[in-house]
């Protein structure tokens, strides 16, 4: 055999990018699906307990990229519902991709840039271009993104466990223990006035050495703040969005008047308000939620910038099925992100993911960054039927 046919042969099997030159996208597919979770997850702003939210698969030469977004049944923690999504992605965001030709996946926010807002939409478009792009250039998600770092993606990542309000505080402190049982080495509790600072101390009396935080999704207002000193001596990792969804100023306010380190979620929707925070120092700690910044270009963006200011990082969730959380986990494995993650096992959400479970290393708390080609998950197209509510092809239309 000549040599030329075994490098051939060696270049397919790394899935090298010469064999596509270009990656038109040719159709996505759509599909709004509702799952139920394993317990209902109560929030300061809501409980849930069926989850809805879309997926969508880009095609293009031969690839297919799966891309997430989290808009739920209500407009909760974002404005954006799944029906909202869908309309903007059906209606505005996909008919301007369809037929573009994808180079690289920094490209694609760029292109959506005419639609105002709209995040969460966005987010799964931008994930799918990483995905696909990924695959075409024979890298594992996590590697295409962390291409820009001499050190590349850490193979498993530190995670813990978002636990939602319970009836009682000893319903609480029993959903605790299970979950230190499983193996989870960080334990974050949803609070909201009148479940707070009792709650809090009886979590920390009840596990006196266990690292502990607070996310209060933006249920109070500076005239709280005696409040979050009594949290002072609870040795709490952090205190998640405290104030306004919409704030910044508030929370430099409040930031010197409490010891423990505050951290800002749904306030930092982009790149420019992770600038506005650290500028204003109006947080210690940034959680970086790609879907809430429209995307993993530009959550990598605030990674570099928290990066270079020192501000300790890590990656929210949002109740993802498998094929977001792989991408979770991917954007987790960039060196600046210090913290453990809102990155559960698929069994602490679904009893039936649409994709490849994912497991605890109960060991040292943490979940293996998928290392096959994109994603390095399978999605269940049985399962995936079965949980989809209304499901729509696109394709570009001859003008
Ligand atoms: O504020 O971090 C949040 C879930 C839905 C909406 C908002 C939040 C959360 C979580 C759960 O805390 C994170 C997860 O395990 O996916
Ligand atoms: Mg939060």
């Known amino acids: 055999m000549p040599l030329a046919f075994f490098v051939a042969i060696a270049l397919v099997k790394a899935g090298a990018s010469y064999t596509i030159a270009s990656m038109k996208i040719e159709r996505i597919d759509l599909y709004h699906i509702s799952m139920p979770l394993v317990s209902p997850f109560g929030t300061s702003f809501g409980t849930q307990s069926q989850r809805d939210s879309l997926v969508l698969a880009l095609h293009s030469a031969g690839l297919t990229g799966w891309g997430e977004c989290v808009a739920t049944n209500d407009p909760g923690y974002s404005y954006e519902t799944a029906v909202t999504a869908w309309h903007i992605l059906s209606d505005f965001l996909i008919p301007s991709v369809l037929g573009r030709d994808l180079g690289e996946p920094e490209e694609m926010i760029g292109w959506l840039t005419a639609v105002r807002g709209h995040p969460l939409a966005k987010a799964a478009l931008d994930q799918a271009a990483w995905d696909i792009t990924s695959q075409r250039d024979g890298l594992s998600f996590a590697q295409k993104l962390a ?14 466990v978002s636990i939602g309000l319970q009836p009682t505080i000893a ?24 479940r707070d600072i009792e709650l809090a101390r009886a979590a920390r009396q009840a596990f006196p050495g266990v690292p502990l935080m607070l996310d209060a999704n933006s249920a109070y207002t500076l005239d709280d703040v005696a409040l979050f000193q009594a949290m002072d001596d609870l040795d709490l990792l952090m205190l998640e969005q405290p104030l306004g969804h919409e704030d910044i100023y508030d929370h430099s306010r409040l930031r010197p008047q409490i010891q423990t380190p505050l951290c800002l979620d749904e306030s930092i929707t982009s790149f ?13 700690i940034i959680n970086i939620k790609p879907a809430r910044v429209s995307g993993w270009t530009e959550a990598r963006r605030i990674h570099d910038l928290g990066r270079a200011a020192g501000l300790p990082l890590w990656i929210g969730g949002m109740l993802e099925t498998g094929i977001g959380r792989a991408a979770q986990l991917a954007l987790a494995s960039l060196p600046g992100i210090t913290l453990p993650g809102d990155i559960s096992a698929t069994s602490r959400y679904y009893e ?7 497991f605890l290393n109960a060991a040292d708390s943490t979940i293996d960054v998928p290392n096959g080609l994109g994603l390095g998950i399978e999605v269940d197209g049985a399962r995936l039927k079965e949980v989809t509510l209304r499901e729509k092809s696109f394709v570009k239309r001859e003008t």
């Open 352 to 358: 039936h993911d649409i994709a490849t479970p994912f």
């Open 171 to 194: 319903a609480t402190l029993q959903v605790i223990e299970e979950k230190l049982g499983e193996g989870y080495g960080r334990i974050k509790l949803k609070i909201k006035p009148g």
């Open 272 to 284: 420019d308000h992770a600038r506005f925070a650290q500028a204003i120092a109006a947080c210690d």
């Open 147 to 160: 291409q820009p770092y001499p050190e590349g993606p850490k193979a498993r990542v530190n995670v813990g």
